[in-house]
């Protein structure tokens, strides 16, 4: 469409319905919600500072990058990362480069991810001989200078040489080329062209989570990983103890991952990752909740508050998205209805990538690699640890996600969505319930309905 953007400048101004109501949910939110943390260590580069959202409620690691020359701007989570280590290598010290590269990203508007994947790529045909500087026409040596990324981007957005085989991403480009280059695309890539994170070998609900969606769902991700990591945090804090370190400090025990899962995706067995039960469960609450979030616009370092240093109980309250939505709109939802909200809108998505040729159970998959090659490491959990069986430690490093075992989540989640377990296909008496009639009559016609 040649369209990159509408911009929209208002003059007037929108209250809301409640306004003492909105000062008090800041203030208790603020209350509960666990402090943010400072990423300019993970970083190694002082010339980052905090600069938080118009409004934010207490702030997170969104952060500007100041420069010795230029303009600064936003850097943090992956587009900060991505270029990091790589550019740490080349130099031999910490640099700007990484910065300059996000801001290529954000100038050409260009998935960061994708781009990942693409020079994990070229790095393994630079290797393997596959690709040489002279048919590229990029300094293949120079992977992780400012010099080799500018002139990979820009060949990808103009699509010169190179770039026109790279720019509709890594597996398109890899069968095009030809050469075997196929097999050079491992378990450091996704389906959908984009770098893995929190892979489904480690954390088993991510594995419906991948093979439902179109693209990275990094919210639903974060929503998982929102439980794991304070737990292990804790955990590491308790093999420290044992041998000779302070008692543990942390707060997610395994009683309360535990329990935070009941309350949160309805049954304590989510959380255990030694097995393949009731993860079409949680994984359906999880996309229901998300979808729900994202049409609120609220912050996803924030919200859902599933724990708190702060309450008694360390519980967090996942009703606070409604009580915020009532406030504001003066049309007041609870977190049922939020969650039904969120149902309706997942299933109308279903419903267009079905549309648009996705069949069902047979397209519901994740990538091979998942079945036959062993976990080896995640990037912020190396040792593989996860909660198993009362939230007790399970080591599954050297682990694989079971084909059986996967096909039983399967069944389970289209149990849970009352989609059809045979095909993977919706039902009309779902649609309906949700007020998607409409939407039921068009597949029917197209024979695309169970």
Same mark, same amino acid.
């Given at each position: 469409?040649?369209?990159?953007?509408?911009?929209?400048h *208002?003059?007037?101004?929108?209250?809301?319905?409640?306004?003492?109501?909105?000062?008090?949910?800041?203030?208790e939110?603020?209350? @509960?919600?666990?402090p943010a943390?400072?990423?300019n260590?993970?970083?190694?580069n002082?010339?980052?500072?905090?600069?938080?959202?118009?409004?934010?409620i207490?702030?997170?690691?969104?952060?500007?990058?100041h420069?010795?020359?230029?303009?600064s701007?936003?850097?943090?989570?992956?587009?900060?990362?991505?270029y990091?280590?790589?550019?740490?290598?080349?130099?031999?010290? @910490?640099t700007?480069?990484p910065?300059?590269?996000?801001?290529?990203?954000?100038?050409?508007?260009v998935?960061?991810?994708?781009?990942?994947a @693409?020079?994990?790529?070229?790095?393994?045909?630079?290797?393997?001989?596959?690709?040489t500087?002279?048919?590229?026409?990029?300094?293949?040596?120079?992977?992780?200078?400012?010099?080799?990324?500018?002139?990979?981007?820009k060949k990808i957005a103009?699509?010169?040489?190179i770039?026109?085989?790279?720019?509709?991403?890594?597996?398109?480009?890899?069968q095009?080329?030809?050469?075997?280059s196929?097999?050079?695309?491992?378990?450091?890539?996704?389906?959908?062209g984009?770098?893995?994170?929190?892979g489904?070998?480690?954390?088993?609900?991510?594995?419906?989570?991948?093979?439902?969606?179109p693209?990275?769902?990094?919210?639903q991700?974060h929503?998982?990983?929102?439980?794991?990591?304070?737990w292990?945090?804790?955990?590491?804090q308790?093999?420290a103890?044992?041998?000779?370190g302070?008692?543990?400090?942390a707060?997610?025990?395994?009683?309360l991952?535990?329990?935070?899962?009941?309350?949160?995706?309805?049954?304590?067995?989510?959380?255990?990752l030694?097995?393949?039960?009731?993860?079409?469960?949680?994984?359906?609450?999880?996309?229901?909740?998300?979808?729900?979030?994202e049409?609120?616009q609220?912050?996803?370092?924030?919200y859902?508050?599933?724990h708190s240093?702060?309450?008694?109980?360390?519980?967090?309250?996942?009703t606070?998205?409604?009580?915020?939505f009532?406030?504001?709109? *003066?049309?007041?939802?609870?977190e049922?209805d939020?969650?039904?909200i969120?149902?309706?809108?997942?299933?109308?998505?279903?419903a267009?990538l079905?549309?648009e040729?996705r069949?069902?159970?047979d397209?519901?998959s994740?990538?091979?690699?998942?079945?036959?090659? $062993?976990?080896?490491?995640?990037?912020?959990n190396?040792?593989?640890?996860? $909660?198993?069986?009362?939230?007790?430690?399970?080591?599954?490093?050297?682990?694989?996600?079971?084909?059986?075992g996967?096909?039983?989540?399967?069944?389970?989640?289209?149990t849970?969505?009352e989609?059809?377990?045979?095909t993977g296909f919706?039902?009309?008496?779902?649609?309906?319930?949700?007020g998607?009639g409409?939407?039921?009559?068009?597949?029917?016609?197209?024979?695309?309905?169970?």
């Open positions: 469409k040649n369209l990159k953007a509408i911009a929209v *208002g003059t007037g101004k929108i209250d809301v319905a409640d306004k003492e109501k909105v000062k008090a949910l800041r203030k939110i603020r209350a @509960v919600k666990a943390g400072n990423w260590s993970m970083l190694g002082e010339k980052t500072k905090k600069n938080i959202c118009f409004g934010c207490d702030g997170c690691i969104r952060q500007d990058y420069p010795d020359k230029g303009r701007g936003k850097y943090f989570c992956h587009g900060a990362l991505f990091e280590i790589r550019a740490q290598r080349y130099y031999g010290e @910490v700007d480069v910065y300059l590269v996000n801001k290529l990203c954000d100038e050409y508007g998935d960061c991810r994708a781009i990942e @693409v020079i994990y790529w070229l790095t393994r045909c630079s290797k393997s001989g596959t690709l500087e002279e048919e590229t026409g990029l300094p293949l040596t120079k992977i992780g200078s400012l010099e080799f990324f500018e002139a990979m981007i103009f699509r010169d040489g770039g026109d085989l790279l720019a509709d991403g890594v597996y398109k480009a890899a095009r080329l030809g050469k075997d196929e097999k050079l695309i491992t378990d450091y890539m996704v389906k959908t984009e770098t893995q994170t929190y489904a070998r480690l954390y088993v609900i991510s594995a419906l989570l991948y093979a439902f969606e693209r990275l769902p990094i919210q991700l929503e998982v990983t929102s439980l794991m990591m304070p292990l945090g804790r955990h590491m308790e093999v103890h044992q041998k000779g302070p008692e543990p400090t707060y997610m025990t395994p009683e991952i535990g329990a935070i899962a009941k309350r949160m995706w309805g049954d304590e067995t989510c959380i255990d030694s097995t393949y039960d009731k993860k079409g469960l949680a994984a359906a609450r999880i996309q229901d909740r998300e979808q729900a979030k049409c609120l609220l912050c996803d370092f924030v859902p508050v599933m240093p702060n309450t008694p109980d360390h519980m967090g309250d996942p606070l998205e409604g009580q915020i009532s406030a504001v709109t *003066g049309r007041q939802l609870d049922q939020l969650m039904a969120g149902e309706r809108v997942y299933n109308l998505q279903r267009i079905t549309r040729g069949r069902g159970r397209d519901d994740i990538e091979d690699f998942n079945f036959d090659k $062993p976990l080896r490491s995640e990037w912020n190396t040792e593989c640890i996860a $909660p198993g069986k009362n939230g007790e430690p399970f080591p599954r490093q050297g682990l694989t996600i079971d084909r059986d996967f096909e039983q989540m399967k069944d389970e989640f289209y849970v969505r989609w059809d377990v045979a919706q039902t009309r008496a779902k649609l309906e319930a949700l998607l409409d939407v039921a009559d068009r597949l029917e016609s197209e024979g695309l309905l169970a």
